[in-house]
């Protein structure tokens, strides 16, 4: 089962350049995240959508922007980027879980996508 | 949103048994419990979730007292390959991920 797969995985950007980010879920989840993570911290959530067409700002969106045209994938681009993005990029996705399943949601997680701006 | 507590690291020798303690004193009576691990250069991934009482799976124990206020992931005889960053999440079902804050989590080292 492939689940969460990004592209590309390894990507060098000069300041100010732009690029895209994607991930693709064969797991029919309705919602679809991006996050970063910087050495030293936690994951922090960039943007999401719950559903196709659909997208929303998370905690840090500035310097982002995303798209879902198709339920199965999720874009993260980058207009210009800068060194601050430089940070590895997950993707991830879930479906809604409902009381009647008794459970909460379990989120999937691609394996990464490292970015540096120079 | 309830807030995580949880220690920034630990370090254990292989074979012990490992117990991460997370407090979330806040916790509502629809929020769920789940933990999950990150190994260097991976994404998070689901290891156990709960709501009261006692979880078990194949990976690990999750213990959560009657009052809900924290919960302990246990590990039974940790190995090297247990290294990894575990984080506690509550927050409640029937609600999108967007609502989920991972913090820094507990860094687990196992030592030979």
């Known amino acids: 089962n492939a689940g969460v797969t990004q592209t590309p995985k390894f990507r060098v950007l000069k300041t100010g350049q732009s690029m895209t980010l994607l991930c693709a879920q064969d797991?029919?989840?309705?919602?679809m995240y991006w996050y970063r993570q910087d050495p030293g911290m936690g994951l922090r959530l960039i943007h999401y959508?719950?559903?196709?067409?659909?997208?929303a700002k998370g905690e840090v969106p500035d310097g982002y922007n995303v798209s879902r045209l198709k339920k199965q994938n999720f874009l993260l681009g980058l207009e210009s980027a800068a060194p601050s993005q430089t940070s590895v990029y997950f993707c991830a996705s879930s479906y809604l879980a409902s009381a009647a399943e008794l459970s909460g949601n379990t989120i999937y997680f691609g394996e990464g996508s490292w970015l540096t701006v120079v | 949103l309830a807030k995580t507590t949880q220690p920034i690291s630990m370090d254990s020798y292989e074979g012990q048994e490992v117990n991460i303690t997370c407090s979330h004193n806040n916790i509502a009576t629809n929020d769920y419990i789940t933990w999950y691990q990150q190994f260097p250069s991976q994404g998070p991934r689901f290891i156990i979730q709960g709501y009261k009482t006692k979880v078990t799976n194949e990976v690990a124990s999750l213990f959560i007292p009657a009052d809900r206020k924290s919960s302990t992931l246990s590990l039974p005889r940790v190995s090297l390959s247990d290294t990894a960053v575990y984080y506690c999440l509550v927050a409640p079902w029937e609600t999108g991920a967007n609502n989920l804050f991972f913090g820094t989590g507990t860094r687990l080292t196992v030592i030979p």
């Open positions: 959508s719950v559903g196709e067409g659909t997208t």
């Open positions: 797991m029919n989840h309705e919602y």
